[in-house]
Nanobody, 118 residues
Framework: VQLQASGGGLVQAGGSLRLSCAAF?????MGWFRQVPGKEREFVGG????????SYSDSVKGRFTISRDNARDTLWLQMNSLKPEDTAVYYC???????????????WGQGTQVTVSS
């Protein structure tokens, strides 16, 4: 399984961005993580294989939305009301299990930079 994330960029605080993740190969549960230099990778949110179940970290709940289209092998992360503390490299991930929880994940994309200016 290969994952390719895209859609990052520079946005002002309060703005929005949508990240995409193209999956090449069979995926089941998927999710998004983020990481800033010097810190551990943080779970942002996950989605089950069928898309009916999602989970989010408290820091993004109500602002970020995860969705997927299995027919197009694509995962999205819609990020609204962005804050400077959302600045990070965002990674998409996939697992061999079906669930939406924070871990473990088996496959990782290369990351896309999101920078939120104040």
């Amino acid at each position: 399984v290969q994952l390719q994330a895209s859609g990052g960029g520079l946005v002002q605080a309060g703005g929005s961005l949508r990240l995409s993740c193209a999956a090449f190969g069979r995926t089941f549960g998927m999710g998004w993580f983020r990481q800033v230099p010097g810190k551990e990778r943080e779970f942002v949110g996950g989605i089950s294989y069928g898309g009916r179940t999602t989970s989010y970290s408290d820091s993004v709940k109500g602002r970020f939305t995860i969705s997927r289209d299995n027919a197009r092998d694509t995962l999205w992360l819609q990020m609204n009301s962005l804050k400077p503390e959302d600045t990070a490299v965002y990674y998409c991930a996939a697992r061999n299990g079906l669930g939406s929880g924070p871990g473990p994940f088996d496959y990782w994309g290369q990351g896309t930079q999101v920078t939120v200016s104040s």
